[in-house]
């Protein structure tokens, strides 16, 4: 079964009072930055925290009753799993979540919360897929595809509908790595939006969609994924999505994890929103080709948002220090009183803010007397610390940048 636009309304109307049509917000702030009108679709707030749910709920609405009896059974990275375990025990359909042994701590406790079984197996999806199938097997339940399934992506086909709802756009970004949202989203939005260009962002270390279209076929990494976007880290394109997206796509646009990582924060910081990697991907794909985007009416796809909190921690420490908002060195001092106490006052001079600081007396290459000290400051940005290191180099302190209070333990 290929679903078709019919086949998307009439999950949408199945969707109805189960799903939130989650809102169109604007961004001043990006729209100045890519020089466009910007409007995020804001799954992040959906209820499971992504856009999983839509497809999720729209499969086991779609289940026999032979079908409810035996139960279903997932491979998920987590957003897809708590999506199907809500919608069955909603249902009081059993479910069993095979996960990958490194999902995120956020994902599988959410997933336990809605009451139903996870397993974790493996070291990535593809594991945890080949887990499922035997679980499948030796069960009778029925195997619930993330992504290549009709019902799924017809499903995810709502927000397509949805952004067509709050009038035409120009550019349509989604994220993509089994291929399931971009499918459904690109089958609303061909339908309701013809002109409108739909543009693809994959995660360069999950680049199953590119190397789908070279090779003319749905296709499977030869190399494990590796990526921040674990939403995305399929390693595998579904061969339903690919027939349904080949000759719909306006381009493709891999982002990196660093690229990943800045979106995360620009969203943190200036719109409020708390996204994960996948969420993000499609703001960092669209800051990545922003002269293509210039003076059109752009709406970008936020996946989702369950973000493991310890990512997140190293997501804006990366961030801080690109943007030069955290510095961090190590300096040699003389173990004598008022040495220390000396360096900080001339810090505070600045205007820096020291975040930690560690002394050292214990490296073999330096004196007896000699103590390393490692700091890290808040800073103001590249200028301030600019100032800093020459501020440093003229009270004779020699630093050496980088090390960090836990390198120094």
Same mark, same amino acid.
């Given at each position: 079964m290929i679903p078709t636009i019919k086949d998307v309304e009439q999950a949408r109307g199945r969707l109805k009072g189960v799903v939130q049509a989650t809102a169109l917000v604007r961004s001043a702030t990006v729209s100045r930055l890519l020089g466009a009108e910007v409007l995020f679709k804001a799954e992040?707030?959906?209820?499971?925290?992504?856009?999983?749910?839509?497809?999720?709920?729209?499969r086991v609405a779609c289940l026999s009753p032979e079908e409810k009896q035996r139960g279903v059974v997932c491979a998920s990275a987590g957003n897809h799993g708590q999506a199907l375990a809500y919608a069955a025990s909603r249902a009081g359909v059993r479910a069993t979540i095979v996960m990958p042994e490194a999902a995120p701590l956020a994902k599988i406790a959410a997933t336990r919360g809605y009451g139903q079984n996870v397993v974790l197996s493996g070291s990535d999806y593809l594991n945890a897929v080949r887990k499922a199938h035997e679980i499948q097997e030796s069960t009778g339940a029925l195997f619930v595809d993330a992504y290549d399934d009709p019902w799924v992506i017809a499903g995810q086909g709502s927000i397509g509908l949805e952004i067509a709802d709050e009038g035409e756009a120009d550019v349509v970004v989604v994220p993509v790595g089994g291929g399931g949202l971009l499918a459904g989203i690109g089958?609303?939005?061909?339908?309701?939006?013809?002109?409108?260009?739909?543009?693809a962002v994959e995660a360069s270390g999950s680049p199953q969609l590119s190397v789908s279209l070279c090779r003319g076929r749905a296709s499977t990494l030869e190399r494990p994924a590796d990526t921040i976007a674990d939403g995305l880290a399929t390693g595998?394109?579904?061969?339903?999505?690919?027939?349904?997206?080949?000759?719909?796509?306006?381009? /493709? $646009?891999?982002?990196? !994890?660093?690229?990943?990582? #800045?979106?995360?924060?620009?969203?943190?910081?200036? @719109? &409020?929103?708390?996204?994960?990697?996948?969420?993000?991907?499609?703001?960092?794909?669209?800051?990545?080709?922003?002269?293509?985007?210039?003076?059109?009416?752009?709406v970008i796809c936020v996946s989702g948002g369950n973000i493991d909190i310890n990512l997140l921690d190293r997501i804006i420490g990366h961030g801080l220090i690109k943007m030069g908002r955290l510095f961090s060195f190590a300096v040699d001092l003389r173990d004598r009183?008022?040495?220390?106490?000396?360096?900080?006052?001339?810090?505070?001079?600045?205007?820096?803010?020291?975040?930690?600081?560690?002394?050292?007396?214990?490296?073999?290459?330096?004196?007896?007397?000699?103590?390393? /000290? $490692?700091?890290?400051? !808040?800073?103001?940005?590249? #200028?301030?610390?600019?100032?800093?290191?020459?501020? @440093? &180099?003229?009270?004779?302190?020699?630093?050496?940048?980088?090390?960090?209070?836990?390198?120094?333990?």
């Open positions: 992040n707030f959906q209820k499971t925290g992504s856009f999983k749910i839509r497809g999720a709920y729209n089958l609303a939005v061909s339908a309701r939006m013809p002109k409108a260009q739909l543009i595998k394109l579904g061969e339903l999505p690919f027939e349904l997206i080949r000759n719909r796509l306006s381009d /493709v $646009v891999s982002v990196d !994890d660093f690229e990943i990582s #800045e979106a995360v924060l620009l969203m943190l910081e200036r @719109l &409020k929103f708390l996204t994960e990697g996948a969420g993000a991907a499609a703001l960092a794909g669209a800051l990545k080709i922003q002269q293509q985007l210039k003076g059109k009416r752009v009183p008022g040495e220390l106490d000396k360096l900080l006052k001339m810090i505070a001079e600045t205007g820096a803010n020291v975040r930690a600081i560690q002394h050292d007396r214990n490296r073999l290459d330096m004196p007896i007397s000699g103590v390393e /000290v $490692v700091l890290e400051l !808040d800073t103001r940005g590249p #200028e301030h610390i600019a100032a800093l290191r020459s501020s @440093l &180099k003229q009270q004779g302190y020699r630093i050496r940048e980088g090390r960090t209070q836990s390198e120094a333990s």
